[in-house]
């Protein structure tokens, strides 16, 4: 069975602080595909980036970075120099291989950012 | 803004009526999903529809059903309401079966109370 499992359920930052929000992944599948999104106070979900299994290069987007371990079976999320506009309910999934169907979503982190 | 619609955006209905929720998926999508999303939870797959069929389900009673139309926009219905089925419904689509095409891009939600 797939599971996410997100351990921080809220984290509270003052801005320009860096936070990291963890997930932690089980899956038997050899090939998958690991997501986040956001979810601001609107309730609609905002695709930030998809990561397939045999890449496991980090990456970076502005001031977001994505830490992809298959050893340790996480996919955490970095945000550098954090603003209040980054303030959401944040959404690690997973998703088996091509042509199955659904995300599995861990249960969120819940960001704040005090100005 | 990813250009999936849901409407209506808010219902209030009461238990033991029926209720239909729609989608209209982003253009060029062909699979559209369905996902319920209970307060502070993360979303659960209900059910994906792909050129019109079913194509995958997750654990819901069959009082949810769906359809899926030729201009891939989606339909979710709901007979016989419960308590506990008051939730944020959110419809995801995306190019289905066509590699590195997967990812799901979510509208804005349906937010259902059950009286």
């Known amino acids: 069975a797939q599971k996410v499992t997100q351990a921080q359920t809220e984290i509270s930052v003052v801005e320009k602080e860096d936070v990291t929000l963890d997930c932690v992944y089980e899956?038997?599948?050899?090939?998958?595909?690991l997501f986040w999104y956001k979810q601001p106070p609107s309730g609609e979900l905002v695709f930030l980036i998809r990561?397939?299994?045999?890449?496991?290069q980090n990456e970076i987007s502005g001031r977001y970075s994505w830490n992809f371990q298959k050893s340790t079976s996480s996919f955490n999320f970095t945000i550098t120099a954090s603003q209040v506009v980054d303030s959401a309910v944040y959404f690690c999934?997973?998703?088996?291989?091509?042509?199955?169907?659904?995300?599995?979503f861990g249960k969120g982190t819940k960001l704040t950012v005090n100005p | 803004e990813t250009g999936v619609t849901q409407s209506p955006t808010h219902l209030i209905k009461t238990r033991g009526q029926q209720v239909t929720l729609r989608c209209s998926s982003q253009?060029?999508?062909?699979?559209v999903s369905w996902y319920q999303q209970a307060l502070g939870q993360g979303p659960q797959f209900i059910f994906q529809?792909?050129?019109?069929?079913?194509?995958g389900r997750g654990n819901f009673p069959p009082r949810f059903s769906g359809l899926q139309f030729p201009n891939y926009s989606s339909e979710l219905n709901v007979n016989a309401l419960e308590l506990d089925d008051s939730a944020l419904y959110l419809c995801?689509?995306?190019?289905?079966?066509?590699?590195?095409?997967?990812?799901?891009?979510f509208g804005p939600g349906t937010r259902l109370l059950v009286l």
């Open positions: 995801a689509s995306s190019a289905g079966q066509i590699q590195y095409q997967e990812t799901q891009y």
């Open positions: 899956t038997r599948d050899t090939t998958y595909y």
């Open positions: 990561r397939n299994s045999f890449d496991e």
């Open positions: 999934a997973l998703k088996g291989p091509g042509g199955s169907e659904k995300l599995v």
């Open positions: 253009s060029g999508h062909n699979t």
């Open positions: 529809y792909y050129r019109e069929e079913e194509n």
